[in-house]
């Protein structure tokens, strides 16, 4: 696999690109979460061609680099400290950090404030570490027990169970359905409103039934959820805030 860097020039504006050859088939294109352009690309392929390929999808790119650059810009690094904002099935609460003298990570919700005890005496670095992970954790069981009942309603809608629902740690994907009938839901939708959860469930559910992106799938999704076109898109423009790692909110001064 051969990796260069080039660019180009579009208008006033000059469109910097990786390039990466491999024995793929077709050329893609994509934008990281860095705003750096990758273009992927068969090894039969020449430069000319591809730079052709790139000025005909240069205003596409140009769009999502700036998008990728303004949320960058909304985005600083979690501290895992009190005051920091984090998200609980879309509504915001306020974090506490609180020392007990205690063994065992507790979390606790009430009102607007989600409150971590953790054992006194920890280093900063270990603070910041048993935080994230006691959220997760928390995060991952309350995501288990929640999407329990919205797996059951649209399973009877669809007449479509699956074997087995796993909740994952997945980077890239919301949700995926495997050929042996089992969902796997990444948890970090605990963070979304429950109708984007609603969509991302039912997404996977129609998988049981038709296993591609087919009209005849996105007709099945649109008869159970028929405003579904809207929770995608929502996905797409909001799904970087369903992050514990960087706080969206910034921390108050």
């Avoid at 769009?63 to 904002?85: A, C, H, L, Q, Y």
Wanted: aromatic share 10%; glycine share 4%.
């Amino acid at each position: 696999m051969e990796s260069e860097k080039y660019f180009i020039e579009y208008k006033d504006t000059k469109i910097f690109y990786t390039l990466i050859k491999s024995k793929r088939k077709t050329i893609g294109i994509r934008i990281d979460k860095n705003g750096e352009v990758k273009v992927s690309a068969p090894l039969r392929l020449g430069k000319k061609q591809i730079e052709e390929i790139i000025r005909g999808k240069a205003d596409w790119i140009i769009n999502k680099v700036n998008k990728v650059t303004e949320m960058s810009s909304d985005i600083v690094p979690r501290n895992f400290v009190s005051g920091e904002k984090i998200l609980y099935l879309g509504k915001e609460y306020t974090l506490k950090v609180v020392d007990r003298d205690l063994t065992k990570p507790e979390v606790c919700m009430k009102n607007d404030t989600i409150s971590v005890y953790i054992p006194v005496r920890l280093s900063e670095e270990s603070r910041k570490q048993t935080v994230k992970e006691t959220l997760i954790k928390w995060y991952r069981q309350h995501f288990s027990e929640a999407v329990k009942d919205q797996i059951e309603k649209y399973s009877l809608k669809l007449n479509a169970t699956p074997r087995k629902v796993f909740i994952k740690d997945q980077k890239t994907r919301w949700g995926s359905c495997s050929v042996k009938g089992n969902i796997n839901l990444n948890w970090r939708l605990v963070m979304a409103p429950i109708d984007i959860i609603d969509y991302v469930v039912v997404h996977e559910l129609c998988h049981l039934k038709i296993m591609n992106h087919s009209k005849d799938f996105w007709s099945l999704v649109e008869s159970v959820l028929p405003c579904y076109k809207e929770k995608r898109k929502w996905l797409k423009a909001y799904g970087y805030k369903l992050c514990l790692d960087m706080n969206i909110f910034k921390s108050p001064i």
